[in-house]
């Protein structure tokens, strides 16, 4: 009986170890499958294939075409340099021609008027002085000729009556009639040329009155167009000014006082800016895969329409960017100015040319690329074209071969298998201890 116990207590004992041993066996296979898994999902096998290089952009809506809403112009006859808006409807209101639009601070516009107001009242005093003095003037003028003629007529009566007198005396009422006559002769000429003078003097008067009078009621009625409406119907689109889009406030030059856009919306574009790496690659007629962010499951087909000249300078930036328009190859009414959108530029499209992922490209010594292959090699490879995902590998791996998307774990520090045909086309030092850079880092 004892025996028995015993052998079936060492019976037990081998069947623990035994179990155990299995444990760590199928814990062997589990680990070598989990590991094997991982490298399959971090191994990838070069082939051939299409190769498309596209630009990605962003950019925004904006109608080529359209009416442009402008603040009284003529406003700055008056040395009103700046107008600050006051009232804005929102942006994207539908409005009807003639529905308000926009309101423009009076105050300084007011003022100038009021100064010339005051001015118009001086000139209407003098003008009505001038009136006065010069019927004054001209009456006293016609009186005299009259108490002139009077004189001339009596005298003509006396030489007359004195026919029988002795011939002094005639000759004394002859001499008398004779300067009668005269005076009245200068009486008339004086009141000829003092009715030319007041004429004068009244045109000139009148002319500046009159000047200030329509400089009083074209002001008046500028102060009308301070109040914007619209001059047709359409949608209103703010006007960006010093790259910021109008608001309540915003102050606008007189000599461009452009508030609102009312825009075409079939001659609506997309305005993008490429920087000045890319834009040698692009041309005019190229083909673009247009997405937008209010309506993300769209895309639109468009074409590069204008390409500018100059570049600009990005904001915190010393690069600069140029200006693209991309006209939309068919019109969709769901489009509207300042929408945000997205771009893919077809640059280049090759054929048939061997590509990897861009983040399986490594770096060392600023001057190599190299990938790690399935083998366990760090090799050298010189780099064509590349996307935003994906580049051409001109040399150094075959079609087919595995290499790793990512750094793997028996890296270790080994030397980069170099190319001959990069030989003097690199950094002459020797190479150092490898670095852990890579595109995707």
Sequence with gaps: MILSIKAITAKKGKWKIGLVIALIFVGGIIGVYSFDQNAGENLFSTEKGDFKIEIKTQGELEALEGVEVLGPQEARKYRVKNFTIEKLVPEGTVVKKGDFIASIDQSDMFEKLEERRLDLEQYQAQFEQVQLDTSLILREERDNIKNLEFTVQEQELILEQSQFEPPAIVERNRQRLETAK?????????????????????????????????????????????????????????????????????????WKPVIVKLPNLKSIHSITQVNEVDIRKIEKGMQVEITMDAMPEKKYKGTIA???????????????????????????????????????????????????????????????????TANGKKQEVMLGEDNSENVIIEKGLAEGEKIHLTKPDWENNQLVELLEELDGKRNPQEIPEPLADSFND
């Design 182 to 254: 005269r005076e009245l002769f200068q009486g008339r000429e004086r009141y000829a040329m003092k009715t030319l003078q007041e004429a004068a003097r009244m045109r000139e008067i009148s002319s500046k009155y009159t000047e200030h009078k329509e400089k009083v009621q074209e002001m008046e009625a500028i102060l009308e167009e301070f109040d914007i409406v619209a001059p047709e119907d359409g949608m209103v689109i703010y006007r960006k000014y010093k790259r910021k889009k109008v608001v309540e406030g915003t102050q606008i030059s007189s």
């Design 306 to 372: 204008q390409i500018g000249n100059v570049g600009q300078s990005r904001s915190n930036s010393d690069s600069k960017v140029f200006e693209v328009v991309i006209q939309f190859d068919e019109f969709d009414p769901l489009l509207r100015p300042t929408m945000t959108t997205g771009h893919k530029i077809l640059a280049d499209h090759k054929e048939d040319v061997l590509q990897v992922p861009m983040r399986a490209i490594h770096v060392e010594n600023d001057s190599i690329n190299f990938v790690y």
